[in-house]
């Protein structure tokens, strides 16, 4: 048996003592570790869950705005029946609507000539040959007449012939060849109705191709226009109508031209929400003699007048001072065999310088439409051709007397 002492034995159980804690320490760090590896790898895939559901949760986000987005689409493609019929009125339409600018011919201080922009206004292509329906007042005065289509190209135009008593013109320019204009067709103004939805297009301040919506707001209004002429049945309308609208169509929802936009009725000159346009009925009527003749071939009454006045019919001792009164009555003609009768009595008229004749008629009645002026009296027969035979009341030593007058070509 083998003996240690007492300082080996010390010595051994320090020792011992030493390995021991140094496994023991291993150990615990061993553990530790893979206790902590552990618990790393819970915590990343509990990390790669939430970032799955968040990532769920955004596909979700993005799915729903997706579908929102979808939705506004769809929301945005459908529109009222009547934004359809806007839209599809102006789809039709407005390629053939133009607009128009002049040039006129000024003088300066030593009266040379020069050339300076005139107006401006809108027109409606109602013919594929390149005829354009407008108003008088748009190219009255023009030296030149320049027409600017839908795609930006402008044509020089010629004037075919005016209406001074309807404010209705047609020029005309040469379409290049291949080139198919798109037209407007002329629609039913007499079966119109207030209260019918009415659409315009014109450029209005040279914005081109504006369209505005109204309703037809009144009907037969008798409307005096910038030539002194009275314009029987004129459509009234609340669509918006500004300078530069003047000769466009006014539309009804079908596209159909019912009529041409001409005036409004304004203290500063822009839209009050009161405009007026010849009416489709007058426009076929004298388009067709316009392009035909050059001019309205309308029946007259073959005398010469003149506008009566206080100061005439003081002078004259007549009981009335309106209507018109008759000067001269053209020898062997249908007035003269109707029984009417002109002046006896020479006269200085105006600047004296013009000679009128009085002691004759002076007509208050055409067709029971009274005859206050003389733009009354051509608005009287601003539909009427020769050879019509018209009622004419005429005031005469302070009574009335009725005529049947036969009208002739003017």
Excluded at 135 to 145: E, F, L, T, W, Y
Excluded at 287 to 316: C, E, T
Aim: charged share 20%; proline share 2%.
């Amino acid at each position: 048996m083998k003996l240690y002492s007492r300082g080996q034995m010390i010595r051994s159980t320090i020792f011992g003592a030493v390995i021991a804690a140094v496994f023991v320490t291993v150990l615990a760090i061993r553990f530790n570790y893979h206790h902590n590896d552990e618990k790393s790898q819970a915590i990343a895939a509990e990390e790669v869950v939430s970032e799955d559901n968040i990532i769920s949760e955004e596909n979700e986000n993005t799915e729903d705005l997706i579908q929102v987005a979808n939705t506004s689409s769809v929301s945005a493609l459908t529109y009222s029946q009547e934004e359809q019929q806007n839209i599809n009125v102006y789809s039709q339409c407005n390629e053939a609507v133009v607009n128009i600018n002049t040039q006129i011919v000024a003088y300066d201080w030593f009266l040379e000539p020069y050339v300076q922009d005139g107006g401006s206004g809108s027109g409606s292509i109602i013919d594929k040959r390149g005829y354009i329906l407008t108003n008088v007042h748009v190219i009255q005065g023009a030296s030149k007449i320049y027409v600017s289509l839908f795609d930006g190209t402008q044509y020089e135009a010629e004037v075919i012939g005016q209406d001074l008593d309807s404010d209705l013109a047609v020029i005309k320019f040469n379409p290049p060849s291949g080139i198919t204009l798109k037209t407007i067709t002329f629609g039913d103004s007499a079966n119109l109705k207030v209260g019918q939805r009415v659409i315009a297009i014109g450029n209005p301040f040279g914005l081109e191709r504006t369209m505005t919506t109204g309703i037809v707001s009144g009907l037969g209004r008798p409307i005096q226009n910038s030539n002194n002429r009275i314009i029987r049945n004129m459509v009234q309308t609340d669509a918006a109508i500004n300078p530069g609208n003047s000769g466009g169509p006014l539309l009804d929802t079908s596209g159909r031209m019912i009529g041409i936009n001409t005036m409004i009725k304004s203290s500063s000159g822009s839209s009050a929400g009161v405009g007026f346009a010849v009416p489709s009925e007058t426009a076929i009527r004298v388009v067709a003699d316009l392009i035909k003749y050059g001019k309205v071939q309308r029946g007259k009454i073959d005398a010469s007048f003149v506008q009566n006045s206080q100061r005439i019919a003081r002078y004259a001792g007549l009981d009335i001072a309106t209507g018109v009164l008759v000067s001269q009555v053209s020898r062997g003609g249908k007035a003269e065999a109707a029984g009417l009768k002109g002046g006896t009595e020479a006269a200085y008229y105006g600047s004296r310088r013009d000679i009128i004749y009085i002691g004759g008629d002076v007509i208050t009645k055409i067709d029971n439409i009274a005859i206050s002026s003389l733009a009354d009296y051509y608005s009287a027969l601003e539909n009427k051709r020769a050879g019509d035979v018209v009622s004419v009341v005429v005031r005469r030593n302070k009574k009335d007397v009725v005529l049947l007058v036969t009208l002739v070509e003017s």
